[in-house]
DNA sequence: CGCTGTCAAGGCAAG
DNA sequence: CTTGCCTTGACAGCG
């Protein structure tokens, strides 16, 4: 089981992500950005290495305004030594990496120019795991997007727009529930008429539930039918939530007590991607609960031989 | 220097 | 139809 963060890192010195503000952006400004945020996530996947991180989610500010026409710079060609360092250390370190595009990158939208920012905003962010030469593992995690009061409809838009999409970026894109709009049942709904994986978020799930007689298990088991074999090990995400915030607001650090009791009861060929505020160090600290656990350390152990007697027939 | 407001994005509820 | 709120981390600018 491998335990990731998303992002960015907590107490690492360098390791900042900048931007700038639209009226501001040139060619030089966008330059420097990029080269310093490339030094960023260069320092950060040392940090992962170090520490047996072998799953990160890329921030989607790496490159400021990737997916604008602001931004015209070929950052992929002039920074490819850049690119080609990190892509050495995630391949020979076996670390699977990921984006996310945020909430406002909408495919199914019914505005004909949110859809084609939408397809650029995924463009780029193929663009960027192209560029770093991972595989088809390393996935493109999307929601579904708005209803517009009518789900049936902005379920099929969402499925016709997606055929409009490159190759290479349908490979990647995993769908993931929401907690305002597509619960889980709609989302596996979507990833089964495309073929496409399905990512389970446990806290969307709270929020939005599909069916509450049906606990985490059970949806993480029926998402698992989603991951073919090219598409790697299926992944979840894993969240708590804050008590003092809105529903959906994730906690300052996971609590190990009800991270032991969730993990217990999942398959262990799984990775599952942290989204709290401490990052890294709530990683860690599931790593090392992991690590700890003589349960799991057991079964580990039985599927690496499990493993090993399904290479040798 | 440190704090508060602003920025980017799109959906959606309220007016 | 228009306005304002939601979210996030970092910029921008005020005192």
Not at 34 to 45: C, G, P, Q, W, Y
Not at 63 to 73: E, L, R, T
Not at 84 to 109: A, C, F, W
Not at 211 to 239: A, F, M, N, P
Request: proline fraction near 3%.
């Amino acid at each position: 089981m491998n335990i990731g963060y998303a992002c960015l890192t907590v107490g690492l010195p360098e390791a900042n992500f900048r931007s700038c503000t639209l009226k501001n952006v040139n060619d030089s400004t966008l330059l420097t950005l990029i080269k310093h945020n490339l030094n960023s996530l260069d320092t950060i996947i040392e940090y992962n290495i170090q520490n047996n991180i072998k799953l990160f989610r890329i921030t989607s500010d790496l490159i400021p305004f990737g997916s604008s026409i602001v931004n015209n710079i070929p950052w992929w060609d002039v920074f490819s030594s850049e690119f080609d360092s990190i892509r050495e250390k995630i391949k020979n370190s076996g670390m699977r990496v990921s984006m996310h595009p945020g909430q406002y990158t909408v495919l199914n939208s019914p505005r004909q120019d949110v859809v084609k920012r939408a397809v650029e905003d995924l463009n780029y962010h193929n663009k960027v795991l192209d560029s770093l030469g991972v595989d088809i593992e390393s996935k493109i995690i999307l929601h579904i997007g708005g209803v517009y009061n009518n789900k049936e409809k902005a379920t099929r838009n969402f499925i016709d727009n997606f055929q409009m999409l490159d190759e290479g970026v349908k490979q990647r894109i995993v769908v993931e529930n929401d907690d305002k709009s597509f619960n889980i049942g709609d989302v596996l709904t979507i990833g089964l008429a495309l073929n496409i994986p399905v990512v389970y978020d446990n806290l969307h799930n709270r929020v939005l539930p599909s069916d509450l007689s049906k606990d985490d298990h059970y949806w993480i088991s029926l998402c698992r039918e989603t991951w073919k074999k090219e598409d790697g090990v299926q992944k979840i995400h894993y969240s708590q939530q804050d008590a003092k915030k809105r529903p959906g607001a994730h906690s300052s650090t996971i609590a190990i007590a009800d991270f032991s009791a969730f993990v217990q009861k999942i398959d262990l060929n799984m990775d599952v991607m942290l989204e709290v505020k401490d990052k890294n160090l709530s990683a860690i600290k599931c790593l090392n609960y992991l690590k700890e656990d003589r349960r799991i350390h057991n079964l580990e152990l039985e599927w690496s031989k499990y493993k090993y007697t399904v290479l040798e027939h």
